[in-house]
C-alpha cells in the first residue's frame, strides 16, 4: 500500500504540474523593450508606465504581436477609430516588420470612447467578437477611472485570445484551468485504479466456473410500450447588442477587426 500510496501522490503532482501552464518570464533589467504605451493623456505615473511597458512586451513577445495602448485627450476632436487607424498608419506598429501584427487599444478622453483595433494576425485571432469581450471586460474599470487594472487584463486578455485558434470559442469549458486540472486529476485516477486492481493477481474463477449452461438460460421477457409526452418551449432571443465599430481599413490600406464602445 505504500508503493501505491507514492504512485499517487507523484502522479497527482504531475496532474497538477501538467494542467497548469507555466510562463517564464525575462528580466526586464536585461531586456530593452519597445515602446508600447503611449499615454498622451497623462493617465499613468512612470512605475505603472514602466510596468505596463514591460508587460506587453513580454505577452506581445511570446504571441508574436505587438500589444499597444494609446489614450489622448483628443484636442482636434477626431472620430476615435479614425484616430487608431492614423495611429497605425502613422507609427507602423508590428512585431518583426512595419505595419505588422498587433492590436490597439485607443482611449478618446475627450469624448469617453475606447476602440480596439486587430491588425494582421490580431484581425484573425481578436475579431470583433473577441475584441467586444475585451472591452466588455474592462469598461467597467475605464469607467471608475482604474486605468492601470484597466490596461493590465486588456494585455492579459489579448494574449489569451491570441493563443486560442480562430473560431472557437474562447470561453469554452475546455480552456479552463480548473477543467484542465480536473480531466488531469481523473486520468491519474484511473490509472492508479488500473495499478491497484491488477496489484493483487488475477482472479481466474467467474460466473461461468459454476454454471451449468444446459440449465440456465431467460425463461421470459416482455416489451412494454407506455406513452410518450411532448411539450412545446419557446425559445426567447437575446435582446443584449453587441459592440459596434466592426473594423474597417485605414487610408494606408490597412484592414483590421473592431470593436467600439463608451466609459
Not at 518570464?25 to 531586456?31: C, L, N, P, V
Not at 469598461?139 to 480562430?166: C, D, V, W
Not at 486529476?185 to 493477481?201: F, W
Amino acid at each position: 500500500m505504500k508503493r501505491v500510496g507514492l504512485i499517487l501522490a507523484i502522479l497527482f503532482f504531475f496532474a497538477a504540474f501538467l494542467a497548469v501552464p507555466v510562463e517564464i518570464k525575462a528580466e526586464a533589467a536585461t531586456t530593452e523593450w519597445k515602446s508600447l504605451i503611449y499615454d498622451e493623456a497623462g493617465l499613468l505615473n512612470q512605475t505603472e508606465y514602466d510596468e505596463l511597458n514591460t508587460m506587453a512586451n513580454q505577452y506581445g513577445s511570446e504571441r508574436e504581436t505587438d500589444i499597444i495602448i494609446f489614450t489622448s485627450n483628443n484636442p482636434d476632436n477626431m472620430d476615435v477609430m479614425k484616430m487608431t487607424q492614423d495611429f497605425y498608419d502613422d507609427h507602423g506598429p508590428g512585431y518583426d516588420r512595419s505595419h505588422g501584427n498587433a492590436v490597439i487599444l485607443t482611449l478618446d478622453m475627450r469624448n469617453r470612447e475606447i476602440y480596439l483595433a486587430g491588425f494582421y494576425k490580431a484581425e484573425r485571432y481578436l475579431d470583433n467578437d473577441r475584441l467586444d469581450k475585451i472591452r466588455d471586460e474592462i469598461s467597467p474599470y475605464l469607467t471608475s477611472g482604474n486605468y492601470e487594472p484597466a490596461f493590465q487584463k486588456y494585455i492579459l486578455s489579448a494574449h489569451r485570445y491570441l493563443g486560442i485558434r480562430p473560431g472557437v470559442n474562447p470561453d469554452s469549458i475546455f480552456y479552463s484551468i480548473a477543467f484542465q486540472l480536473v480531466v488531469s486529476l481523473v486520468l491519474a485516477g484511473i490509472i492508479v485504479g488500473k495499478m491497484v486492481s491488477n496489484s493483487g493477481g488475477r482472479v481466474t474463477v467467474n460466473r461461468q466456473t459454476y454454471e451449468d449452461a444446459s440449465t440456465s438460460g431467460i425463461l421470459a421477457h416482455r416489451d412494454q410500450y407506455l406513452h410518450t409526452t411532448t411539450t412545446k418551449r419557446k425559445i426567447e432571443k437575446s435582446s443584449s447588442s453587441s459592440g459596434s465599430g466592426g473594423g474597417g481599413t485605414t487610408s494606408g490600406g490597412h484592414s483590421h477587426s473592431g470593436s467600439r464602445g463608451s466609459f
